[in-house]
């Protein structure tokens, strides 16, 4: 892992170690800091451990992940991102019986690779261990990029949980301070450039003026909050914009939305989009990696361009006008996680691989 600050891989590595604590030992190593969530892991009795990398490649790292390995007697190291991946190949220059796993989650940008990438993935990309993306778009853009044919793929999954009712709806707005009368577009994110939450305000403006009584809730923190104010400044939208910061009640507060957006224009499987599904409600998402995988294109959501907030507007007016095709497609979501990405799926396809190769 890079790092344990709240962010949805690092749920999904919570997930992982928590879940199959009680059937195989685990530790877990960030080459940065071990974030919030770290800490709480600690707390609960599990090995974390920080390396604090600084800036540039750090081929020493590798060691110290040999050295962290054989600390805890580990045989499988599970790398979770790009970098990670690297260290933990470099790791097996130290301790040949380590064998690694490598999951990478998505992309910080939807511009392609450099050559230094490309080159450096054929040599990293062509390891013979177990390899897997998140989507099948994902995976077909890694082998693009260098990487062997035999990369496996392993979608995210999600706790389902209840179905919100009335009474979550009335709270989750109150907490918002939203009207009944008023359609509440949400999103839950990182403020990230990779997320174009820009694009979003400007196409909430745009419904506005269409004469939607709307507003916008955007759930989560990051580097982009200063820019992303001043773009609702900039469209005249910011009494109706509320940046709540980072909250650890995403769920409950989902249960106050009508609609659901993604604006990203890069995305592995969204776990949010994934949890607005199973509560229940219609998602407006840009088609892009592996969002098309999950969304359903007029069957639970409506999916647009990436970068285009005109193609948001629409889909956004065409649901808030229809609550009936709101609610046809927040069922037919709900049945599709339920169907295909729920945790227990995800959990059981890594304990499997953990098992082969701890029998190796």
Request: hydrophobic share 45%.
């Amino acid at each position: 892992m890079l790092g344990l600050a709240p962010g949805g891989t690092e749920r999904l590595v919570i997930e992982l170690v928590t879940r199959l604590a009680g059937r195989f030992r685990m530790a877990v190593c960030c080459l940065d800091d071990p974030g919030t969530w770290g800490l709480d892991l600690a707390a609960q009795g599990v090995p974390v451990t920080a390396l604090h990398r600084g800036a540039g490649f750090r081929p020493s790292l590798g060691s110290q992940i040999a050295r962290f390995a054989r600390a805890h007697d580990a045989s499988v190291l599970h790398c979770h991102h790009y970098s990670p991946f690297v260290y933990g190949r470099l790791a097996r220059l130290w301790n040949r019986h380590l064998q690694v796993v490598y999951t990478e989650h998505g992309r910080l940008s939807d511009v392609p690779a450099t050559l230094k990438r490309r080159m450096a993935n054929t040599v990293v990309g062509r390891y013979g261990g177990p390899m897997f993306a998140v989507s099948g778009a994902l995976r077909s853009h890694l082998v693009s990029e260098g990487f062997s044919r035999r990369l496996g793929v392993i979608h995210n999954g999600i706790e389902i949980g209840a179905l919100p009712g009335e009474e979550d709806r009335r709270q989750a707005r109150a907490v918002l301070h939203v009207s009944d009368d008023t359609i509440l577009v949400g999103t839950a994110a990182r403020l990230d450039p990779v997320k174009d939450l820009p694009s979003l305000i400007e196409a909430v403006a745009h419904v506005r003026r269409a004469g939607t009584r709307v507003a916008l809730a955007i759930i989560g923190d990051g580097p982009e909050r200063v820019a992303i104010e001043g773009a609702a400044r900039q469209h005249g939208v910011d009494d109706i914009v509320t940046l709540t910061g980072y909250r650890a009640d995403v769920r409950q507060l989902l249960s106050g939305f009508d609609i659901y957006v993604n604006s990203s224009i890069s995305e592995g499987v969204s776990l949010t989009i994934l949890e607005a599904m199973a509560a229940g409600l219609p998602v407006v998402a840009t088609n892009v990696g592996g969002t098309p995988e999950v969304v359903l294109d007029n069957v639970t959501g409506v999916l647009v361009p990436a970068r285009s907030p005109a193609a948001l507007a629409e889909a956004l007016l065409g649901l808030a006008q229809f609550s009936e095709r709101r609610a046809r497609m927040g069922r037919a979501g709900r049945g599709r996680v339920s169907e295909m990405f729920t945790i227990e799926r995800m959990v059981e396809d890594y304990a499997r691989v953990y098992a082969q190769m701890g029998s190796r």
